[in-house]
């Protein structure tokens, strides 16, 4: 099995940063992908940021500028810097990884359990 943990969520006024951190562990043969997704209440699940392993990154056209991903690739750990928050930034964050187990042919994606950001002043 594959556990993706994610910290670093919590409560900063409008103008602040915070880094989230998302560790994959467990039968890990390879991680192509991984990315952050959000969800804020009564609203769909977005894509946020996403990175290959080779580093190719793709942001959501609302953080680029004020959030980057980057990788650890010997840690399997991905991490989202954001900066210069803004209240509508509200919402659970959760991690995703494409993962290929040992031995295995397939890749499957896998999702983390997700923290909360919350943006007020």
């Known amino acids: 099995q594959v556990q993706l943990v994610e910290s670093g969520g919590g409560l900063v006024q409008p103008g602040g940063s915070l880094r989230l951190t998302c560790a994959a562990s467990?039968?890990?043969?390879?991680?192509?992908?991984m990315g952050w997704y959000r969800q804020a209440p009564g609203k769909q699940r977005d894509l946020v940021a996403a990175?290959?392993?080779?580093?190719?990154?793709d942001y959501a056209d609302s953080v680029k500028g004020r959030f980057t991903i980057s990788r650890d690739n010997a840690k399997n750990t991905v991490y989202l810097q954001m900066n210069s928050l803004r209240p509508e930034d509200t919402a659970v964050y959760s991690c995703?990884?494409?993962?290929?187990?040992?031995?295995?042919?397939?890749?499957?994606?896998?999702w983390g359990q997700g923290t909360q950001v919350t943006v007020s002043s």
């Open positions: 995703n990884a494409n993962v290929r187990r040992p031995g295995a042919l397939s890749w499957n994606y896998y």
């Open positions: 467990g039968s890990i043969g390879s991680i192509n992908r």
């Open positions: 990175i290959t392993s080779g580093g190719t990154t």
